[in-house]
T-cell receptor
Framework: EAGVVQSPRYKIIEKKQPVAFWCNPI?????LYWYRQNLGQGPELLIR????????DSQLPKDRFSAERLKGVDSTLKIQPAELGDSAVYLC???????????????FGSGTRLTVV | KQEVTQIPAALSVPEGENLVLNCSFT??????LQWFRQDPGKGLTSLLL?????REQTSGRLNASLDKSSGRSTLYIAASQPGDSATYLC?????????FGTGTRLQVFP
């Protein structure tokens, strides 16, 4: 099993430029999450998908962030335009069915480290 | 709103010691709680998952306990090794999403 795959691993961009991150979850995992982790902090949820539907995007800064999960498999997170404060690690996670007493838990990818200069 | 606190924030110990990492959370109505390890510049590796109906889980030298009613979980690491050096994060799940603390940064020196 390949695990949760994210790309790119690192990205350096100038402020006001667009950037996109890609995530391929574990095969068969219908729940997908995007988290953001600032330096020295724990990850914070940005958006949660159940299949192709975004069921929790309350923490997503919608003025500049967007996400999609076409066909309920791969997902892309986009920032346009990027700001200096967006520098962080962006983590993708997937689960067979998290919450509600699920025995499965979450599996995280290696993350994308974004630096905005 | 769920809030998670981890104590201590950092820990530096000689190899061989038995360790206790503490996690407290404010909303006890959780489905489960997961402990993760994070190496510098890496993603999160799941260590243990405890269901709300369970009291503890064990994997090798790791043991995690859960007292849901008091909002506490503890991760025990037996006979620590330099390879255990990492940041340890706990994350309860009570709204179909994990809420993380800031973690305990552990350094085990030879």
């Amino acid at each position: 099993e390949a695990g949760v795959v994210q790309s790119p691993r690192y990205k350096i961009i100038e402020k006001k430029q667009p950037v996109a991150f890609w995530c391929n979850p574990i095969s068969g995992h219908n729940t997908l999450y995007w988290y953001r982790q600032n330096l020295g902090q724990g990850p914070e949820l940005l958006i949660r998908y159940e299949n192709e539907e975004a069921v929790d995007d309350s923490q997503l800064p919608k003025d500049r962030f967007s996400a999609e999960r076409l066909k309920g498999v791969d997902s892309t997170l986009k920032i346009q335009p990027a700001e200096l404060g967006d520098s962080a690690v962006y983590l993708c996670a997937s689960s067979l069915g998290a919450g509600r007493g699920s025995v499965y838990g979450y599996t995280f990818g290696s993350g994308t480290r974004l630096t905005v200069v | 709103k769920q809030e998670v606190t981890q104590i201590p924030a950092a820990l530096s110990v000689p190899e061989g010691e038995n360790l206790v990492l503490n996690c407290s959370f404010t909303d006890s109505a959780i489905y489960n709680l997961q402990w993760f390890r994070q190496d510098p510049g890496k993603g999160l590796t799941s260590l243990l998952l405890i269901q709300s109906s369970q009291r503890e889980q064990t994997s090798g030298r790791l043991n995690a306990s859960l007292d849901k009613s008091s909002g506490r979980s503890t991760l025990y690491i037996a006979a620590s090794q330099p390879g255990d050096s990492a940041t340890y994060l706990c994350a309860p799940d009570n709204t179909d999403k994990l809420i993380f603390g800031t973690g305990t940064r552990l350094q085990v020196f030879p």
